[in-house]
């Protein structure tokens, strides 16, 4: 659907499997968002000559130049009263011209577009939530949830209707939080009271504010009975800017907030990722690693020793007479190999890699990475190489499936909810292209017809799409050789099954598949090649 494509849908949720994978837990709020934008459009209008006002007619609607004015003869007042010319505009024939004197002017007409009207999926920030990580699962009944988020003040007062004391209220507030998170040096040292004050026509700059909503489950009308209740709270001026029923507010009361995990705890809604899974083995590999670097490098720079009696005179009374950029003085009688002495550090690094290679093969116990190999690691797979390659993928395949079915669980219940809130807002029909290939054909989407209609997603990856298709065409093509080798006339009482069995293999066109059988000889005749037929004729 064109509309989960405009959303974004698909790039919102490959951020999502990363961040799931990097931190174990990725929460999704999907929203219902109408963006509007309003702007005054110039046009020539209608105007009385002398009270200098816009001409408007019985609905209210200005008269501008490009709305024809007709002319036409009425009947005058009385009985005997002659026809008068009446002059009106053609999209409202009660509005009368005729009396008056009029002209065009500038004037400005205001518009109202919608920029956007779709749902959104929005990736939450870990900092940005709260909620119980004892409870087993993301339900009100378990836990509370509450997510903070950063929405201008004008906006705040279109969606949430405030008058203009409450603007300006959660205005003021906004800006002194504002200047109390600047640093002294940079504070206004004299700051308006009144935001009048900042604007001499009384204007509010949209500046943001820190919001706070919160899905509950309380008694809020203290009868003894919960509620899954939604609330959206300004903590700066200590504003509750809507309370109202979950039931109220989303599709049926769902929660509209879904948690994607990995390697998900026990009872728990949270899941680990794979930088914390391997958070122990890595730190230790790495500190195993860091020792023998240091111990390569100490080793690499050996302890010297020289014996001064062999050095002449102007070089004894140095302080460091060794230089390797520049020549020693040695005394006639000495050699160099006398002079200078080095002396290699032993090299305690073997007891190191050999526990640098017991923690490798302990993670290849824990992935399961224990395939022959070609390269320097052993038991370790070379990746470099076709084999190697294939080996990893495989073992990768195998290793990632759970973690790759909890994710498919968490995507299918969040787009559940995506398609869910998107058919309770479709307010018009919609046309969209069904079926792939040649089989693609327009079906119509009758907005009252999925309105509260329960949905059921079932989520199947590309490779094992492509998997299942190649699985079925083998399995078709068997099916339709074997129906090939019978006999035209048992063909008759056992298509039926064959058919049957390719719509099991999700083959649509199956009457196109399997032949009806052929009756007629002549017909039966054509079939043949055509040596065959050359014979039987004669």
């Not at 939450?124 to 087993?136: G, N, V, Y």
């Not at 329960?454 to 050789?481: C, H, R």
Request: overall charge negative.
């Amino acid at each position: 659907m064109w509309k989960t494509s405009q959303a974004g849908l698909t790039e919102t949720y490959c951020e999502t499997t990363m961040l799931t994978a990097i931190l174990g837990t990725q929460f999704t709020r999907t929203t219902w968002l109408v963006n509007t934008d309003s702007y005054e459009e110039p046009r020539t209008a209608l105007y009385d000559a002398k009270t200098k006002k816009p001409v408007l007619t019985s609905s209210g609607e200005a008269i501008f130049d490009d709305d024809p004015i007709l002319e036409e003869e009425r009947p005058g007042d009385g009985e005997a009263g002659a026809p008068v010319l009446a002059r009106f505009p053609k999209k409202d024939p009660q509005t009368d011209l005729s009396r008056g004197t009029y002209e065009y002017g500038k004037a400005f007409l205001k518009q109202d577009v919608v920029t956007y009207r779709n749902i959104k999926t929005h990736n939450l920030h870990f900092r940005d939530i709260a909620f119980d990580p004892t409870a087993p699962d993301l339900d009100l009944h378990h836990t509370d949830f509450f997510h903070s988020f950063t929405k201008g003040v004008l906006d705040i007062a279109k969606e949430y209707g405030l008058t203009d004391a409450e603007t300006r209220e959660l205005y003021h507030a906004a800006k002194e939080r504002s200047e109390s998170l600047k640093p002294e040096s940079a504070r206004s040292e004299s700051a308006p009271a009144d935001p009048d004050q900042d604007d001499p026509n009384g204007s509010i700059p949209n500046l943001p504010v820190r919001l706070i909503e919160g899905f509950m489950r309380v008694d809020a009308l203290g009868k003894g009975q919960a509620s899954n209740i939604y609330m959206v709270f300004a903590p700066q001026c200590e504003m509750c800017l809507k309370l109202d029923y979950l039931g109220n507010i989303t599709p049926k009361g769902k929660l509209p907030v879904h948690a994607h995990t990995i390697n998900r705890l026990p009872w728990r809604i949270v899941g680990r990722g794979f930088f914390e899974r391997f958070d122990k083995v890595q730190t230790f590999v790495d500190d195993l690693f860091n020792r023998i670097n240091w111990h390569d490098r100490k080793s690499s720079d050996p302890i010297t020793g020289f014996d001064k009696s062999k050095l002449a005179q102007e070089d004894e009374e140095e302080d460091e007479p060794f230089n390797s950029e520049k020549p020693l003085n040695l005394k006639p009688d000495s050699k160099l190999d006398e002079a200078i002495q080095f002396k290699a550090l032993p090299d305690l690094n073997d007891r190191t890699k050999e526990m640098l290679q017991m923690m490798v093969q302990m993670v290849q116990l824990r992935t399961g990475i224990t395939a022959a190999n070609q390269g320097d690691v052993a038991g370790l797979p070379e990746a470099s190489t076709a084999t190697g390659i294939k080996q990893l993928m495989s073992r990768a395949a195998v290793l990632l499936k759970s973690p790759i079915d909890q994710l498919k669980r968490s995507f299918t219940c969040d787009l559940e909810y995506s398609l869910l809130l998107l058919y309770t807002n479709l307010d018009e029909d919609e046309t969209f292209a069904f079926g792939e290939g040649e089989n693609t054909e327009l079906i119509e989407l009758k907005a009252d017809a999925v309105r509260g209609l329960e949905l059921n997603i079932s989520l199947l990856l590309t490779q094992a799409q492509n998997q299942f298709k190649l699985e079925n065409a083998k399995a078709a093509i068997d099916l339709l050789g074997r129906y090939i080798q019978l006999p035209e006339h048992e063909k008759t009482a056992a298509r039926s099954l064959f058919l049957q069995a390719l719509r099991a293999l999700d083959f649509q066109d199956a009457d196109s598949i399997i032949r009806a059988p052929i009756q007629d000889l002549q017909t039966l005749l054509t079939q043949l090649p055509p040596e065959l037929q050359a014979q039987l004729v004669h």
